[in-house]
């Protein structure tokens, strides 16, 4: 029992020990559980904030899809709507498409009328040119009917005057052509130019004009134009200048004149007042000196001036004497009125020199006057002007060696208009010849008046006729009666006359205005004085023979030229060959110059046509180099292919650009020559031969050389 007892004690102590131990391990694990459930319970805590977290998370997140959701349906909406509107835009784009097919259709159709419009709008245009040319055309011809050719018994014997009339225009098509003046000078320059020089400074001109008459239809053209233009608006800017041409007339002497203050420079006061008689002035007198050389077209002035010079002056007149060295030049109007004294300028010395006297008689203070000098530089024939009360008619013979003034008594009831401002001028030293001008009754007021007209007469009445003096018997006669344009208002102080008098040569050349006032219409008058008359009837019996043709004479033949080039003589020498100074393969081609016409032939062109039928140029000249007599020409062809044969023509050319041709002639140019040219003389081979030195003859051909370089020169 004891036994069992402690057995159940022992048990019992191991059973409180086991207790104990596992009240040990029960407090480590409620510890560990505490610990554990403390732990957790944080852990917790963290995953609930977690959780709420995300719930938050997950509800923002839903909100945002659903808003998403929201906009994607309203994408999808917009999707939707924009799908549409791109089925809307190609069904846009396919009627579009359509309409721009339609467009190029209808723009092509377009194009094609406007392509028509234009070529009907062309049509029209030509049409309108042409239509054009036709009103030019038939006025032209309308001018051109009033030409004619009259004989007129002046002085008891037969004058003849032929009077041609054409439409002037310019050197383009678009050249405005120049415009009536006031106040201006008119020459004549190298036998085919007529120039108009300044004009009234009211309606100033400030331009020079060139017209040439012998050109048909005459042509205007304006030279000042370009390089020259700043010095040529400083000369020709004058009123009532005078302009004298030279002999030749190739030289314009241009003197004095109302110029423009501070263009022009006299050595003066610029604040003079000219007195000129019933003529309101502003401007500059100017007594200075310019020069145009028509080869050059350009105004060069006078600068070192001998001597005592005239006053400055407007409306003087002047001449130039017969050899081109002196100028005559008398009255005007200076600062203190009209005036009456006469000089001279010398060109070959610059020098002035006052010719007036105090020997009476002499003419009257006078402005627009005129002044011709006779081919024998002893006399000086004045007509006419204005004396400040009215035009003269008066004529008076100034002796140049005596220095003194005769007036001259007319014979016969016949007598021109009194006038001033017109142009005259010598013939034959026989007749003086005066042309246009002004004609203002005494008591009527002076030049540029503007005096209303009375009794249905201008108190100024402008001229267009030209009336012969006899320097013998002192008579006038009537030559030339100018028919005025339509509708034309000729104002007076105008010069639109000039002359052209040279040996054989008497032309007027008159310029008139149509009724727009533009310088349109030109009439050439041409003088045949009696002992012409007689010269023509000589000459057209010397020229019934007229050989109309031009002909290859048989005397044309291959021949050899002379070797000039020293280079290659020196040349050969150096090798030891001996200088070849002739050479084969040249043709001298000789023709019969044609009579008729032949004055206007300006040239001659030699053609060559080989066997293979290749034409070509081989001489080209004035006529002046191949003549060698009125009726023979030639020329020496060379540089041709020797042993061959060639076929050469000669073609005349005229100077209104038409050509005459020659029959062609064929020749066969041999390897040695029979003539041969030396000195320019055509001469025998086997006579030259006599005449050289051993050695100096070579053969007269060139081996090696079949064809020549192309050398041409008139023989």
């Known amino acids: 029992m004891d036994e069992a007892i402690a057995k159940h004690k022992a048990r019992n102590d191991q059973l409180i020990t086991e207790s104990n131990r596992l009240k040990i391990r029960l407090s480590a694990a409620t510890s560990d559980a505490e610990y554990i459930l403390l732990h957790k319970e944080s852990e917790i805590d963290r995953k609930e904030m977690i959780i709420k977290l995300n719930q938050e998370n997950?509800?923002?997140?839903?909100?945002?899809?659903?808003?998403?959701?929201?906009?994607?349906?309203?994408?999808?909406?917009?999707?939707?709507?924009?799908?549409?509107?791109?089925?809307?835009?190609?069904?846009?784009?396919?009627?579009?498409?359509?309409l721009d097919h339609e467009m190029q259709e209808v723009l092509a159709l377009l194009h094609r009328q406007e392509a028509k419009m234009?070529?009907?709008?062309?049509l029209i245009e030509e049409k309108k040119k042409e239509l054009e040319r036709a009103r030019v055309t038939t006025k032209g011809l309308e001018v051109r009917a009033a030409s004619r050719a009259e004989t007129k018994i002046l002085f008891g014997e037969q004058w003849l005057v032929s009077s041609r009339r054409y439409r002037a225009g310019g050197t383009t098509a678009t050249q405005q052509l120049p415009s009536a003046r006031q106040g201006n000078v008119a020459a004549v320059l190298g036998g085919k130019h007529m120039v108009l020089l300044g004009g009234k400074p009211e309606q100033p001109h400030r331009d020079m004009q060139m017209m040439t008459w012998a050109a048909d239809p005459p042509r205007w053209e304006n030279p000042d134009a370009g390089v020259f233009a700043p010095v040529m608006r400083t000369v020709v800017w004058r009123c009532g200048a005078v302009a004298c041409a030279t002999g030749g007339g190739q030289q314009l002497f241009y003197?004095?004149?109302l110029g423009k203050p501070g263009q022009v420079d006299?050595?003066?006061?610029?604040?003079?007042?000219?007195?000129?008689?019933?003529?309101?002035?502003?401007g500059k007198l100017t007594n200075d000196i310019h020069v145009f050389n028509l080869s050059s077209k350009k105004f060069g002035k006078i600068t070192a001036v001998k001597g005592m010079q005239p006053s400055p002056r407007m409306f003087h007149c002047g001449a130039m004497s017969e050899d081109g060295t002196q100028m005559f030049v008398f009255g005007g109007s200076d600062a203190q009125g009209l005036c009456s004294d006469t000089w001279v300028f010398s060109k070959n010395t610059n020098q002035w020199t006052c010719l007036s006297s105090d020997s009476t008689p002499c003419p009257s203070p006078r402005m627009g006057a005129s002044v011709c000098a006779m081919k024998d530089g002893k006399r000086l024939f004045l007509f006419g002007g204005f004396d400040g009360a009215g035009t003269l008619d008066d004529v008076w013979v100034f002796e140049i060696d005596r220095r003194s003034w005769k007036r001259e008594k007319i014979v016969g009831a016949a007598s021109p208009l009194t006038r001033y401002g017109h142009v005259a001028t010598v013939i034959s030293d026989r007749y003086m010849l005066v042309s246009g001008g002004t004609h203002v009754e005494e008591g009527e007021g002076g030049p540029a008046s503007s005096a209303s007209p009375v009794q249905g007469a201008p108190p100024r009445t402008a001229l267009l006729d030209t009336w012969v003096l006899d320097l013998e018997s002192y008579q006038w006669e009537t030559l030339h009666e100018a028919a005025v344009p339509a509708r034309a208002s000729l104002r007076p102080e105008v010069t639109y006359a000039a002359y052209h008098a040279v040996e054989g040569q008497h032309k007027i050349i008159y310029v008139k205005p149509s009724p727009d006032e533009a310088l349109d219409e030109v009439e050439v008058v041409d003088l045949f004085l009696p002992e012409d008359i007689e010269e023509q009837k000589l000459q057209a019996r010397?020229?019934?023979?007229?050989?109309?043709?031009?002909?290859?004479?048989?005397?044309s033949e291959p021949v050899a030229f002379e070797a000039y080039d020293e280079g290659e003589i020196r040349r050969a020498k150096a090798l030891g060959q001996e200088p070849q100074r002739y050479l084969a393969g040249a043709v001298m081609l000789r023709w019969s110059v044609p009579t008729k016409n032949n004055d206007h032939v300006v040239g001659y062109k030699i053609m060559m046509r080989s066997k293979v039928g290749v034409t070509s140029e081989v001489g080209y000249g004035p006529a002046v180099d191949f003549a060698v007599s009125?009726?023979?020409a030639q020329f020496l062809v060379t540089g041709l292919r020797v042993g061959q044969e060639v076929q050469l023509v000669v073609k005349a050319i005229y100077d209104d650009g038409s050509f005459l041709w020659s029959q062609p002639r064929s020749f066969f140019v041999p390897r040695s020559a029979n003539k041969v040219i030396k000195d320019r003389e055509l001469v025998d081979r086997d006579a030259l031969v006599h005449d050289e030195p051993p050695g100096a003859l070579l053969e007269l051909h060139a081996p090696g050389r079949e064809r020549g370089d192309s050398e041409f020169s008139a023989a």
């Open 630 to 632: 009125p009726r023979l």
């Open 58 to 98: 997950f509800d923002r997140l839903r909100e945002e899809k659903e808003e998403r959701n929201g906009r994607i349906e309203a994408l999808r909406t917009e999707i939707l709507e924009k799908q549409q509107a791109l089925k809307e835009a190609d069904e846009v784009i396919k009627q579009k498409a359509k």
């Open 255 to 257: 003197f004095g004149g």
């Open 542 to 555: 010397k020229e019934s023979d007229i050989i109309a043709s031009l002909e290859i004479l048989p005397e």
């Open 118 to 122: 234009k070529e009907k709008e062309e």
């Open 266 to 282: 006299d050595g003066g006061d610029d604040d003079r007042t000219p007195t000129v008689p019933g003529y309101t002035v502003t």
